[in-house]
């Protein structure tokens, strides 16, 4: 059964950058149609981005458009989230859900990742 583990989440100040990264210990993620999803406190959880399998089509949120990249690494099999200009308000837990289907930001991916916590403060 595919396994999503993320990381790279962290403390850093506003403006700053992080990168996080989905990764699948023993499956490869090439085929596979990967969101990128974030939950703040006392928030319903909300789709920030995701990469297809099969075109690589993209798509980010409004939130984070022009902000956050999204990319695959074959070689190192991983799907990475690129966040840069982070704000208070991008702080949340993220992450990475994985699906055979065409799903774009929608929740009823298969798989999903624990989380990792990304802070932006002063």
């Known amino acids: 059964q595919l396994q999503l583990v993320e990381s790279g989440g962290g403390l850093v100040q506003p403006g700053g950058s992080l990168r996080l990264s989905c990764s699948a210990p023993?499956?490869?993620?090439?085929?596979?149609?990967i969101g990128w999803f974030r939950q703040a406190p006392g928030k319903e959880r909300e789709g920030v981005s995701y990469?297809?399998?099969?075109?690589?089509?993209?798509y980010y949120a409004d939130s984070v458009k022009g902000r956050f990249i999204i990319s695959r690494d074959n070689g190192k099999n991983t799907v990475n989230l690129q966040m840069n200009s982070l704000k208070p308000e991008d702080t949340a837990v993220y992450f990475c859900?994985?699906?055979?289907?065409?799903?774009?930001?929608?929740?009823?991916?298969?798989?999903w990742g624990q989380g990792t916590q990304v802070t932006v403060s002063s």
């Open positions: 859900a994985g699906d055979t289907h065409y799903l774009g930001l929608g929740m009823e991916y298969g798989y």
């Open positions: 023993g499956f490869s993620l090439k085929f596979y149609n």
């Open positions: 990469i297809s399998g099969s075109d690589g089509m993209i």
